[in-house]
């Protein structure tokens, strides 16, 4: 592409009245976490297909996250799920990450693999569950001031799969009771994020199933108690959009993880099948960002298992994508827009909204990219770089396993 591409859009912005500057400025500060899971080889729960360069340990998970930050330069930290990424010593492995140039981000506790949580983790109705459940958190939350990391990232996988199975209610009142306890163990500035997704494992109900029983629990647990919203973690049609301006105009959007679904909780890479919502949604982020009455602290993640893609390449993907789209929202004529707003036009409204997400900001991200010392194309130099094949060579290829999940 060329520097005329570019001449051209830094013109077609003037006329928006965007300062192309400010853009590229909001672009550099751009932060979107990998998760170490995503690293690993991974599938469904019918079978899982080994690859020879997948990484096989929390070390070599990070190698990985280091390539992606090399080529993107807006992914310094992994967030890590304990016990897939438990290691004898985290300082050491801190001081590993930091040797790579990056971060340990948010961790997240495992409450959905082990043979007692058959009824539930923080809601079972056996005490002595809860008990597991409560101390495995209270491990993440040592873990994570050990790392250096400020979030626990929370989802429970607990609900009912029969009606009648259990008591809803007594069960939300044994979920606040676990969150209260392990919530007053995390130093400030740590941060709850409390995930929710309105099915499965689970079939007949969740225990955290939306949006509103993760905030009521917030609600009741502290301010820095929010709500994680997972893309692919809501029924087909809900309007996400509006839940992520909800939760900005409450205080209570902690945390994002970026994927895609056509269906159910699908894993698909972000963006790669409903581009228009996503941009929607980064949409409202930006409005928020801009608006000096509201407080944002959102830990943005991708969360994504790559099921048969390469994984570097898939997360490099996924991590371009949330900056093209970034970059779209952040090219909104605000201006044109709210005066469309209050005037009722309509047409003009969505109009204005559709031309920034129609524009090809690929130019801007390119010029961004040799500013930050970036290869313009970082997909492109990835895969010239040699690294996967050399893992490759250097890890070969695991026993297929049969579980879905990396780490079991
Ligand atoms: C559950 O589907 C989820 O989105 C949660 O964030 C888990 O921690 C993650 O996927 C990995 O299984
Ligand atoms: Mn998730």
Not at 79 to 92: C, K, N, S, T
Not at 171 to 178: A, F
Request: proline share 4%; charged share 25%.
């Amino acid at each position: 592409m060329s520097a005329e591409a570019y001449r051209l859009l830094v013109e077609t912005l003037a006329s928006r009245g965007i300062d192309v500057e400010k853009v590229k400025a909001a672009l550099k500060k751009q932060r979107i976490e990998t998760p170490s899971w995503g690293y690993g080889d991974s599938g469904t729960r019918f079978k899982v297909f080994g690859q020879a360069g997948s990484a096989r340990n929390t070390y070599q998970k990070l190698d990985d996250a280091a390539q992606v930050q090399r080529y993107t330069g807006i992914a310094p930290s992994v967030a890590l799920h304990i016990p897939w990424d438990r290691v004898p010593d985290y300082g050491e492995l801190l001081a590993y990450a930091q040797s790579l140039g990056l971060e340990l981000g948010a961790i997240n506790p495992n409450l959905f693999q082990d043979d007692t949580y058959k009824l539930g983790s923080l809601c079972n109705p056996d005490g002595e569950v809860r008990r597991q459940a409560v101390e495995h958190i209270l491990e993440c939350v040592e873990i994570a001031e050990m790392v250096g990391s400020q979030v626990i990232s929370l989802w429970l996988a607990d609900g009912t799969n029969y009606p009648g199975q259990d008591d809803m209610r007594a069960r939300r009142r044994r979920l606040l009771d676990g969150l209260q306890e392990t919530y007053a163990a995390m130093p400030a500035p740590m941060r709850y994020l409390i995930e929710y997704k309105f099915f499965e494992p689970a079939f007949y109900h969740t225990d955290l199933g939306d949006w509103g029983m993760a905030l009521t629990m917030c609600q009741k647990l502290g301010d820095r108690a929010q709500v994680l919203v997972d893309l692919g973690h809501h029924p087909l049609g809900t309007n996400i959009e509006q839940i992520v301006a909800l939760l900005i105009d409450e205080g209570r959007l902690g945390g994002f993880h970026f994927n895609n679904k056509k269906y159910a909780d699908d894993d698909l890479t972000v963006g790669s099948v409903n581009p228009y919502e996503l941009f929607l949604i980064f949409n409202e982020l930006v409005a928020g960002e801009l608006d000096p009455s509201v407080d944002m602290n959102v830990a943005y993640m991708i969360d994504q298992s790559h099921n048969i893609k390469p994984k570097i390449e898939a997360t490099i993907q996924s991590v371009l994508v949330c900056q093209e789209t970034y970059a779209k929202a952040l090219i909104v004529d605000r201006a044109t827009l709210s005066a469309a707003r209050l005037n009722g036009d309509v047409v003009l409204a969505e109009e204005t909204l559709s031309d920034a997400f129609r524009t090809d900001v690929r130019p801007l991200l390119q010029v961004l990219r040799e500013e930050m010392g970036l290869a313009p194309d970082p997909l492109t130099a990835f895969r010239k770089s040699g690294y996967w094949e050399r893992v490759s060579a250097e890890r070969g290829r695991v026993s297929d396993s049969q579980s879905g999940y990396p780490g079991a």
